[in-house]
Every structure is written in C-alpha cells, then in structure tokens.
C-alpha cells in the first residue's frame, strides 16, 4: 500500500493537482492545474488531465526520451 512519490528538480505542479502514489515525474516537468497524475514521466514534459497525460515535450529531445521508456 505505500509507493513513494519521486519529484524531480524545478518541477511546477498546478493548483489542484492529485500526485499519486508511485508517481514519479522528472526534472523540469509543468503538471497543468487540476489533474490527476499517476505513472511515470521523463524530463522536460507538461502533463495534463485526468488521468494525466504528456501534451506537450519542452526540449528537443525528449521525444526520444519518451521512446526509449515508452
């Protein structure tokens, strides 16, 4: 019943926003005010909604970051 919660550096999460245990979101991440956040997410990404997802990559790069973790 207890999974930690893993928040990387310079993360911004919106007001409202719900971190599930097991989370784990990566250095520099914005999470969009009001959602529901669950899973793991790399670097450099806005997630957003309920449940939340990545709608938008910050970096260059980071696609490929979301391919290799899938």
Not at 26 to 36: M, Q
Not at 54 to 70: C, F, M, S, T
């Amino acid at each position: 019943r207890r999974a930690p919660i893993d928040i990387g550096r310079d993360v911004f999460v919106g007001a409202g926003s719900i971190v599930l245990r097991g989370t784990v979101i990566g250095d520099r991440c914005v999470v969009g005010a009001g959602s529901v956040v669950k899973g793991v997410f790399p670097a450099d990404v806005v997630i957003a909604g309920n449940p939340a997802r990545i709608v938008r990559r910050l970096r260059p790069g980071a696609d490929e970051a979301i391919r290799q973790n899938g």
